[in-house]
């Protein structure tokens, strides 16, 4: 088997490869609107996790897209990260997932085949685990390898979870820690040691099916997993849909204590500060907060936890529901609300 460090080929990695959201909202903001029929239920007006077309009463297609440059040297893994995060989007909308095609950009002359034929095992590991078959899909050469899937998935018309649905008094409750993208960078650094990395792989592979049984909870009323624009600009995206604000407290995030201290000595990711940028004019920041605290709101997340927007009398459930599936740090994070005096609508806050 030959080995190949794939991070020495790509720019980024994983989420932190996103286009930066002020950016991305520039760009989206020149594109013709198509047609959008009365089927469509979920397109793209709240920068939601993936479509939804009503099919009939009883189902409704999802469907998604997601790939990236590596955010690991090891093929196998990376085709596992890739393949959690783009099914992340059908349990993040509430859906089952069905079945997935594959996209595969490589650079031929660089990568020998037993390397991508490692990506392509990796991401299929997860779909069996899933449950759905890798159907077909689609390869070029490229200058960056490249790897993720088209998924598609089926959901009840009336249990599809959008992030624009959140209500004033909710909670939110967060399914797992944030730092993915800080061990990455740490990784790149040469400093992540063996239990990090396994510590990064664990998160990051650990497929957010929980999203099925939480879009049947009663008092569930909106749901979006955190990635590549982190808990802020996810947050954020929730609060623009819905036309609320949101608090969220800095002292009960669940946070990956390896990431947490890193970020002390400052090894970010470059993302985080771009993330911040686009949307740090929106967010009212406590003057106490430390700058390492800042940078893992922003961070990146790959395969990051899904954000739940809840009932206050729907919190026990919620957590219950998380931790059952394994996901033991779940946590509620902040609360939703109107806009008061000092709070517009579509904006956020953190306290100490």
């Known amino acids: 088997m030959t080995t190949t460090a794939l991070t020495q080929f790509s720019h980024g ?42 099919l009939n009463a009883e189902q409704a297609l999802v469907a998604t897209t997601d790939f990236f440059t590596p955010i690991v040297d090891d093929a196998y893994d990376f085709g596992r990260i890739a393949a959690a995060n783009a099914l992340s989007d059908i349990y993040a909308m509430g859906g089952t997932p069905i079945m997935a095609l594959a996209l595969v950009g490589m650079p031929i002359a660089k990568l020998p085949p037993d390397v991508i034929g490692r990506v392509l095992e990796g991401g299929a590991s997860i779909c069996r685990e899933a449950g759905i078959p890798i159907a077909g899909g689609h390869s070029i050469d490229v200058l960056e390898p490249i790897y993720g899937l088209v998924a598609m998935g089926l959901v009840h ?10 209500r004033p008094g909710d ?44 879009a049947s909870l009663e008092g569930v009323h909106a749901m979006t997993d955190v990635t590549g624009f982190g808990l802020a600009g996810h947050t954020l995206e929730l609060c623009r849909g819905a036309g609320l604000t949101a608090t969220l ?74 931790r059952d599936a394994g996901f033991a740090q779940a946590a509620v994070v902040g609360t939703v609300g109107t806009a008061a005096d000092d709070q517009v609508a579509g904006t956020l806050r953190f306290v100490a």
């Open 13 to 54: 990695g994983g989420c932190g490869c996103k286009i930066a959201p002020g950016l991305l909202s520039e760009i989206l903001a020149q594109a013709p609107q198509g047609l959008v029929p009365p089927e469509l239920l979920v397109g793209t007006e709240t920068s939601d996790d993936a479509a939804v077309y009503r």
């Open 157 to 166: 018309p009336d249990k599809v979870r959008r992030n624009k649905d959140a």
């Open 171 to 214: 909670v939110l409750v967060l399914g797992k820690p944030l730092g993915v993208g800080i061990l990455s960078a740490a990784l790149k650094k040469g400093v992540l040691g063996d239990a990090g990395y396994a510590e990064m792989i664990r998160h990051t592979t650990q497929l957010n099916k929980v999203g099925i049984a939480l």
């Open 249 to 322: 407290c800095l002292a009960d995030l669940p946070l990956i204590d390896t990431a947490v201290g890193f970020a002390r000595q400052g090894i970010v990711t470059g993302a985080s500060s771009r993330n911040w940028s686009s949307y740090g004019g929106d967010i009212a920041w406590p003057s106490q907060a430390d700058a390492w605290q800042q940078a893992l709101v922003s961070d990146p997340q790959t395969s990051g936890g899904l954000l739940v927007s809840c009932r206050a009398d729907a919190v026990d459930s919620v957590l219950t529901t998380f």
